[in-house]
């Protein structure tokens, strides 16, 4: 009798320890303000949603009410390490879409492709390359981390083969482009530092190997690789799947940058849409925000228009995602101009580039990931 009292007892205050602790954490979390972004995440978090009948009656409301709870909990950075501490304490394989692979490599799943938007791109390009039959139309698809370094995937992880899928874009574009493969000139060297460990993005050495094996393909004449070299300008990089996994934030990377040896690269980049100009591909400033690889190009955005002192009287269009942003630098010294168009971001159509810019070469480059996936690109080609 004793003991089950004692029982009802401890029962109860467990109970009212409970209660005691959730109206703390209902205080803490009123009396602690907002915040706009997650610094170790890399990410704007969700803000308090505005209550209407409307959303409240089509369900909305509740739903961005979880999500303004789940991002702005006090501690959320904290509690968030906890849980993916013991995550890998459990053998997990990934961690919020992200696979963690060997020696703290992460890399991105290999996306597959909706078959009725891959086939628009393909067939937007091909209509771009055969309408356009003066340009010069090029296209290179960049493997994600996950193609090239399989030995780094976690054990018994299933990726889709995405040689595969570029083997087929290749097939399906046919003689209409010239194709760049640049799966076989990076699996030449997998012993060296081709992605980087915190970030899906190929790092500025594995744009080196692409541009120099695949120079004369894009028009570029002579041995391009030997006017370039390479400076550090980070030892600091963290990159964003380390914050979209929470794994990995005390590494710390390195970036470099490849700067030409022979003749002068002044240029003058200008955002076209942002009013603004700039007197270098560089943007140091990013450097000190937690999205270093900013610093190529400044980041994203719409339309950049880059004026070269080049000899050359070729004008390149380049229709991209943010695997090109390393990479046009390299393309610089070889252009009069070089235009660069993000359909993601860009709301014009491509005969509105065309009618403004002399163009006389194309390059679509993409991530696979990004190319396959992408709803913008096929709408701005076709201005649909």
């Known amino acids: 009798m004793k003991d089950r009292k004692r029982k009802g007892q401890i029962e109860n205050l467990i109970g009212k320890l409970f209660i005691v ?27 308090r949603p505005a209550l209407s009948m409307g959303t409240v009656m089509n369900g909305d409301f509740m739903e961005q009410w979880e999500n303004y709870q789940s991002d702005q909990f006090a501690g959320r950075d904290f509690w968030r390490g906890i849980k993916v501490a013991l995550d890998r304490l459990g053998g997990a394989r990934m961690e919020n879409g992200v696979y963690l692979g060997r020696d703290g490599q992460l890399m991105e799943e290999i996306e597959v ?80 530092k081709l992605y980087y460990k915190t970030d899906h993005h190929w790092t500025t050495q594995a744009a080196f190997y692409v541009f120099r094996d ?69 943007d140091s400033s990013k450097l000190e925000t937690r999205d270093q690889y900013s ?27 943010s695997f090109a942003n390393c990479f046009i630098p390299f393309l610089a010294p070889y252009y009069r101009e070089i235009v660069v168009v993000d359909p993601r971001y860009y709301s014009g159509t491509m005969e509105d580039i065309l009618d403004t810019y002399r163009i006389t070469d194309a390059l679509f480059l993409y991530s696979g990931n990004t190319f396959f996936t992408d709803n913008h690109l096929s709408g701005v080609l076709t201005g649909e």
């Open 113 to 192: 492709p909706d078959d009725g938007q891959s086939e628009e791109n393909l067939s937007a390009i091909e209509n771009f390359a055969s309408e356009n039959s003066d340009i010069r139309t090029t296209v290179m698809l960049v493997p994600d981390a996950a193609c090239i370094l399989t030995d780094s995937l976690p054990a018994f992880a299933a990726v889709e083969d995405q040689r595969q899928l570029f083997g087929m874009a290749q097939q399906r574009l046919g003689d209409s482009v010239n194709w760049i493969d640049a799966v076989s000139i990076l699996n030449n060297h997998t012993s060296e």
């Open 214 to 282: 695949a120079a004369a393909q894009l028009g570029i004449e002579g041995e391009a690789g030997e006017n370039f070299v390479s400076y550090t300008v980070s030892d600091s990089f963290n990159g964003a799947l380390a914050a979209k996994s929470g794994v990995g934030l005390s590494e710390r990377e390195t970036i470099d940058i490849y700067a030409p040896t022979q003749g002068d690269d002044d240029v003058v980049v200008s955002y076209v849409d942002e009013g603004r100009k700039a007197t270098s591909l560089y």
């Open 295 to 321: 610093v190529f190009l400044g980041g994203n955005t719409s339309v950049i228009d880059i004026k070269t002192v080049s000899a050359s009287q070729k004008r390149l269009l380049v229709v991209k995602d």
């Open 21 to 47: 602790l959730l109206f703390i954490f209902l205080l803490v979390n009123l009396a602690v303000p907002d915040r706009k972004i997650s610094e170790e995440e890399n990410r704007v978090l969700e803000s």
